[in-house]
């Protein structure tokens, strides 16, 4: 940047904004993003995330691969990166060298940067993996994640860890949005004795402190501050671009805003994102603001909920996000519990109708409950669905703990009955439950943490906790004619939270041939259908 400003501005846009849109920026608004930010003086752009193919949903920027990277056209100006989240180099039973040699076959000349987030124990095991990206004349930055939270004697250690790396710059990201001014100044501080090298900051806007952070950043000498347009980012975002740039260089806004119109406030119409008092309690608690981006785009959800989902994972350290620990620790099923109710002894030979929360089954209630009649349908609700009215409703299945937590009281409310696996759960979370008013199934579940689906007499064994599964293994334990499915419409595409469903549902259809598993309503999943005309 030019010689007014003591800083370098990082933008992360395309890598950090797709938390919101499963980074699926088309190829068209990257390369006009990359041509309008080069009349900038910001010179160094992060692509987006480099990483294992996992998940055929993620946009152009969630893998940021060697194909798009050679289609664009890089400005002279820019210098382009990617980020590697460091825990993938440490699976797979590979050495860390080893894996990043497979997300690296062939090093782009176009990627000037790579830069690791990583944990604090992370940090550690990267030697190998700086010292052979940069006898490749590839520059290196550290980012180390969570800096509200950590250790002052572990900033201390990482500082004389890498002080001998060849990085380009130590950086610091406010992963929680909880970093206040009394810890940065003690960090700032030990920094200003054990690290001489460059230090960057990402920080995150929950406590809107993104700027005065950034601000104090640069005033303590940090050369490198990472920014987004409209602070596109996960959670309540981050630094916004144009707020930092007009800081330095005013008449550059104009040219953030060419962004801003084309392309970003469209989008933020559409994902709302942005600091709310949820992302604020969150980072006053210590929760990771995913939890919360989650459960503000999970429609099941009401205001009413938000303030016991908060104080539910108060209750626990999350900290780290994991899809499986929402509510309670996702250990719960970890050991093989044998129910005490057998679904064969009970269910045998009927015909079952699985009931989903999709618009589509709401939109067909009263074809449903014709079917009910004529088929004598054995009707399984999920959860506390309630669009189909109660008396058609055999039993409902429950068995997710953030479900749990959420519908006690609707389930406790209810005279319908209950299968849940009572056995594999805790003393904490059965005492959500009642049985006053009706009776409780008890089919166990073990979480097997593998893609291994097994269905027994009396349980079952699968790879998370989805109830949908659950209830798909009691209907096949009951050696059922026929399974009908209704209600489950599928993720849309650029669902940032879009799940495994279609992945576990194939296993299903693969292993049991000798039941009849169809949809009775429009599904995106790939289901056999038998849809409503």
């Known amino acids: 940047m030019n010689n007014k400003k003591k800083f370098e501005l990082l933008d992360c846009t395309l890598r950090d904004g797709g938390y919101y849109n499963n980074w699926n920026f088309s190829f068209n608004l990257i390369q006009d993003y990359l041509n309008i930010i080069s009349k900038t003086d910001i010179q160094y752009i992060e692509l987006g995330f480099r990483g294992f193919s996992q998940n055929k949903n993620l946009g152009?920027?969630?893998?940021?691969?060697?194909?798009?990277?050679?289609?664009?056209?890089?400005?002279?100006?820019?210098?382009?990166?990617?980020?590697?989240?460091?825990?993938?180099?440490?699976?797979?039973?590979?050495?860390?060298?080893?894996?990043?040699?497979?997300?690296?076959?062939?090093?782009?000349?176009?990627?000037?940067?790579?830069?690791?987030?990583?944990?604090?124990?992370?940090?550690?095991?990267l030697k190998n993996i700086i010292d052979w990206l940069s006898k490749r004349g590839v520059t290196v930055f550290i980012n180390v994640m969570q800096v509200s939270e950590l250790n002052l004697n572990n900033v201390k250690k990482i500082c004389l860890f890498l002080r001998n790396k060849k990085i380009k710059a130590l950086y610091f990201a406010d992963s929680l949005g909880a970093l206040e001014s009394k810890k940065f100044k003690k960090i700032v501080r030990l920094l200003k004795k054990f690290w001489k090298k460059d230090l960057g900051l990402h920080a995150h806007d929950n406590l809107k402190l993104a700027l005065k952070n950034s601000e104090f950043a640069i005033k303590n000498n940090f050369h490198w501050i990472d920014s987004t347009i409209m602070g596109m980012?996960?959670?309540?975002?981050?630094?916004?671009?144009?707020?930092?740039?007009?800081?330095?260089?005013?008449?550059?806004?104009?040219?953030?805003?060419?962004?801003?119109?084309?392309?970003?406030?469209?989008?933020?119409?559409?994902?709302?994102?942005?600091?709310?008092?949820?992302?604020?309690?969150?980072?006053?608690?210590?929760?990771?603001?995913?939890?919360?981006?989650?459960?503000?785009?999970?429609?099941?959800?009401?205001?009413?909920?938000?303030?016991?989902?908060?104080?539910?994972?108060?209750?626990?350290?999350?900290?780290?996000?994991?899809?499986?620990?929402?509510?309670?620790?996702?250990?719960?099923?970890?050991?093989?519990?044998?129910?005490?109710?057998?679904?064969?002894?009970?269910?045998?030979?009927?015909?079952?109708?699985?009931?989903?929360?999709?618009?589509?089954?709401?939109k067909n209630k009263s074809k449903l409950i014709k079917l009910i009649h004529s088929k004598k349908l054995f009707v399984v609700a999920l959860n506390s669905l309630n669009y189909i009215p109660e008396k058609f409703i055999n039993v409902r299945t429950i068995c997710h703990p953030k479900r749990i937590i959420l519908d006690f009281q609707n389930l406790n409310n209810s005279s319908t009955s209950i299968i849940a696996p009572i056995s594999s759960m805790s003393q904490k979370l059965r005492n959500y439950l009642n049985?006053?008013?009706?009776?409780?199934?008890?089919?166990?579940?073990?979480?097997?943490?593998?893609?291994?689906?097994?269905?027994?007499?009396?349980?079952?064994?699968?790879?998370?906790?989805?109830?949908?599964?659950?209830?798909?293994?009691?209907a096949i334990s009951a050696r059922a004619k026929r399974i009908y499915l209704a209600g489950f419409d599928g993720y849309k595409n650029d669902d940032p939270f879009a799940d495994e469903t279609n992945y576990y549902l194939k296993k299903f259809l693969k292993n049991y041939t000798k039941v009849s598993i169809k949809t009775l309503t429009k599904s995106k999943y790939k289901i056999p259908s038998l849809i409503f005309k």
Request: aromatic share 12%; net charge positive.
């Open 233 to 362: 980012g996960r959670g309540p975002g981050n630094l916004k671009t144009e707020e930092i740039i007009k800081k330095v260089e005013k008449k550059q806004v104009a040219i953030i805003d060419i962004l801003k119109n084309k392309y970003f406030k469209k989008l933020m119409r559409k994902y709302k994102w942005g600091t709310n008092k949820y992302y604020k309690e969150a980072a006053i608690k210590k929760i990771h603001p995913t939890y919360v981006q989650q459960m503000l785009a999970d429609k099941r959800y009401k205001k009413k909920d938000y303030i016991n989902i908060l104080k539910s994972l108060a209750a626990e350290d999350a900290r780290k996000f994991n899809q499986h620990k929402l509510f309670i620790s996702s250990n719960i099923y970890d050991v093989k519990k044998k129910g005490k109710w057998s679904p064969s002894n009970y269910l045998v030979g009927k015909n079952f109708l699985i009931l989903g929360p999709g618009e589509n089954a709401k």
């Open 435 to 474: 049985s006053e008013n009706k009776f409780i199934f008890d089919f166990g579940l073990h979480i097997n943490g593998k893609k291994k689906i097994a269905i027994y007499k009396n349980y079952c064994s699968l790879p998370k906790p989805l109830v949908l599964f659950y209830s798909l293994s009691i």
């Open 60 to 125: 152009l920027t969630g893998y940021t691969n060697d194909n798009l990277i050679e289609k664009l056209s890089i400005p002279n100006s820019l210098k382009i990166g990617v980020m590697v989240n460091a825990s993938d180099l440490f699976k797979n039973n590979y050495s860390p060298l080893k894996n990043l040699k497979r997300l690296f076959p062939k090093i782009s000349k176009k990627i000037y940067f790579v830069r690791f987030a990583c944990h604090t124990e992370e940090v550690f095991g």
